[in-house]
């Protein structure tokens, strides 16, 4: 063999070995953009992680792009209103063409109406496509392409039970509101405000009424107890048995569990079910002290707690952030850890088998992910929301940032960077298997799948 031939045999394989270290894969090119022409904030990723989706403007015409590949062109789509799946298969917009509004669902027009609803299209997990239409000052809801009953108003996008088999959503007819849940009318009620909420198991259904200038929660078409107020929406625990909401009244605010009233407080927040519905718990503020209640009992009081508390998956863990003295912490297990300048309540995980709990805090100028009270490396930036942990007890994955360059972190080992790691509009850092990940990255203006193997 000759020297040269040598020597290229010898790079070749340094470049495989650097290649299989790195534990990539080769980028799948999703789409390039165009920021003159792309509709600012019309980007959508699929829930799947594996399409792109964006409204593109030109010459007065707009259409969607999808991994790429132009759609039809019509006068308008409305911003916003581009909606996958939950498995990512298909994709639905509202377009506008000659004066009149209309879905289009996997690349097919469905029939036009003077309007469409915004905000109203929903897909339930079979695959059933549903929005409201108005036709003639009327408004009704479109089911799986059959129009239902006509009614003065819709005040809700159609919400589907998690199983597909059954649907509600709000309606007036003259002066009263009401659920209208497959397709039979429930009582008529002053007001109805947010959104109907099913059990997981699609068994019960909730929502909240006004009575006269009461306001009360309707579970299974029995009335609770009317209130001043209802500040949260109703929560159904796993199996559904439980409901839970929070109240004011008399200046107080207080959880109701099942129809039974907690202890009252100045202020309360959303209440949280542990994953497998045994155990809740939600913050409160009593002067100018917060604390959260964990089964029934207080916690530490302290300066403020986070938004966020985080049952682990088995329900026998659970952990929020909370302030003391101008310092945050994250309380485990009852148990306070080390104080750090700020914490991240959207980055506070347990792993699938509850034995590891991870987090993001600030550390003066800097951003560090702790996993069981081992620090990271500091970085200028941790994505909001992008923790992960793998299956089972799993590896911990999450994007970072440094000098401006973007890359995921996975048990701390950095990733190939990029100009973005897209951690919002619908994307996220994806296990395809407990060593493999996925996500979507941006290099220049090019839109990449990127699927890495660590060994």
Partial sequence: MSYKNARLLVLIVFAVAFISSCGTEPEKALDKLDQYTTVPGSVLISPDCKKVARIVQVKGKQYVVLNGENGKQYDSIFEGSLVFSKDGSRLAYLARQGGKWFVV?????????????????????????????????????????????????????????????????????????????????????????????????????????????????????????PYEGIATAPLFNKTGRSLAYVVMDGGKQFLVVDGVEQKHYDGVGEPVFSTDGRRLAYGVQEGAKWAVVVDGKEGSP?????????????????????????????????????????????????????????????????????????????????????????????????????????????????????????????GKIVFDSPDTIRYIALKDTSIYMVTEKMK
């Fill in 105 to 225: 669902a996997d690349g097919r027009e469905d029939k036009a109406y003077d309007g469409v609803g915004k905000g109203s299209i929903a897909f339930s997990a079979d695959g059933k496509l549903a929005y409201s239409v108005t036709t003639g000052g009327r408004w009704m809801m479109v089911l799986d392409g059959k129009e239902q009953k006509q009614y003065d108003g819709i005040a809700s996008a159609p919400v589907f039970s998690d199983d597909g088999s059954h649907a509600a959503y709000f309606a007036q007819d003259g002066r009263f509101w009401f659920a209208v849940l497959d397709g039979k009318e429930q009582d008529g009620y002053d007001a109805i405000t947010g959104a109907p909420v099913f059990s997981p198991d699609g068994k019960r259904l909730a929502y909240t009424v006004r009575k006269g200038d009461k306001w009360l929660v309707v579970a299974d078409s029995a009335e609770g107890r």
């Fill in 302 to 426: 302290k300066d403020a707690v986070g938004s966020i508390i985080a049952f682990s998956p088995d329900g026998e863990r659970v952990a929020y952030a909370a302030k003391d003295g101008g310092k945050w912490c994250v309380v485990l297990d009852g148990k306070p850890g080390k104080l750090y300048d700020g914490t991240m309540s959207s980055n506070l995980k347990f792993s699938a088998d509850g034995k590891h709990v991870a987090y993001a805090v600030k550390d003066g100028a800097k951003w560090r992910v702790v996993e069981d009270g081992k620090e990271g490396k500091p970085y200028d930036e941790v994505a909001s929301g992008s923790l992960v942990f793998g299956p089972g007890s799993g590896r911990l994955a999450y994007a970072a940032e440094e000098n401006k360059t973007r890359f995921v972190v996975v048990d701390g080992s950095e990733m190939k960077r990029y100009s973005v790691i897209v951690n919002n509009f619908g």
